[in-house]
């Protein structure tokens, strides 16, 4: 199965991923993560990276779209993958299309100043990945593994609506895009569970 899953940044794409990647068997790719684990290991791509996220500008396509195509082209990509933060804009959907056909878009609606709610107070372990709000859990390290849990470098307000802007400017127009293979879910109403209980359900019903 290959997904693509569209939302704005604080959406809960990440969860939600985490979430049909243990049901589902298949792998989630994060180009954000990519480029964070680039960032980390002080590769060209990491560098160049770096530069357009702390402005909360996208990373050009030509690096992103290279990155993403090896990335699918790995073994455990075989069964399925989960698109998260992939694509960003019709270009690369466009992009894409000549990489991979895809079974299924999923868009996680939130309201903007949810949005803007969630940005400031997400903290993420530095291990497993487990994502936080301070709203519901302020301590400082992982409830799952007892790792330490940061914040991003680009989780703050400005940042966000620029990222906001990005967003409904490029990304946004990817929902008439997939129009045809778009499943659009509430991501605020009644939680996480009930967001991913519909997801589950709409999955199931594609195999
Ligand atoms: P995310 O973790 O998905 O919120 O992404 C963090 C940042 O990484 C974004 O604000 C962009 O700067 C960059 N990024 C992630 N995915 C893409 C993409 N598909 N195209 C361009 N830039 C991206």
């Given at each position: 199965?290959?997904?693509?899953?569209?939302?704005?940044?604080?959406?809960?794409?990440?969860?939600?991923?985490?979430?049909?990647?243990?049901?589902?068997?298949?792998?989630?790719?994060?180009?954000?993560?990519?480029?964070?684990?680039?960032?980390?290991?002080?590769?060209?791509?990491?560098?160049?990276?770096?530069?357009?996220?702390?402005?909360?500008?996208?990373?050009?396509?030509?690096?992103?779209?290279?990155?993403?195509?090896?990335?699918?082209?790995?073994?455990?990509?075989?069964?399925?993958?989960?698109?998260?933060?992939?694509?960003?804009?019709?270009?690369?959907?466009?992009?894409?299309?000549?990489?991979?056909?895809?079974?299924?878009?999923?868009?996680?609606?939130?309201?903007?100043?949810?949005?803007?709610?969630?940005?400031?107070?997400?903290?993420?372990?530095?291990?497993?990945?487990?994502?936080?709000?301070?709203?519901s859990y302020?301590?400082?390290?992982?409830?799952?593994?007892?790792?330490?849990?940061?914040?991003?470098?680009?989780?703050?307000?400005?940042?966000?609506n620029l990222?906001?802007?990005?967003?409904?400017?490029?990304?946004?127009?990817?929902?008439?895009?997939?129009?045809?293979?778009?499943?659009?879910?509430?991501?605020?109403?009644?939680?996480?569970?009930?967001?991913?209980?519909?997801?589950?359900n709409f999955?199931?019903?594609?195999?």
């Amino acid at each position: 199965m290959k997904i693509i899953l569209l939302g704005a940044p604080f959406s809960g794409k990440g969860t939600l991923a985490r979430n049909i990647v243990k049901d589902f068997d298949i792998v989630q790719i994060s180009t954000g993560d990519l480029f964070r684990e680039n960032i980390k290991n002080g590769t060209e791509v990491g560098k160049l990276a770096k530069s357009y996220m702390d402005k909360g500008e996208l990373v050009p396509d030509e690096v992103t779209i290279k990155m993403l195509a090896e990335r699918i082209e790995k073994d455990d990509c075989k069964k399925g993958f989960i698109l998260d933060g992939f694509p960003r804009s019709v270009n690369q959907a466009i992009a894409l299309k000549d990489i991979t056909d895809i079974d299924a878009v999923i868009e996680l609606d939130v309201p903007l100043d949810e949005i803007r709610r969630r940005c400031v107070g997400r903290r993420i372990c530095s291990k497993c990945g487990e994502i936080y709000n301070t709203s519901s859990y302020d301590k400082t390290i992982c409830a799952k593994c007892g790792s330490p849990l940061f914040q991003r470098d680009d989780d703050n307000l400005e940042t966000i609506n620029l990222r906001l802007e990005v967003y409904e400017k490029q990304t946004a127009p990817l929902i008439n895009f997939y129009a045809e293979k778009l499943f659009v879910v509430q991501g605020s109403e009644k939680g996480p569970e009930e967001t991913y209980n519909k997801v589950k359900n709409f999955l199931k019903g594609l195999k």
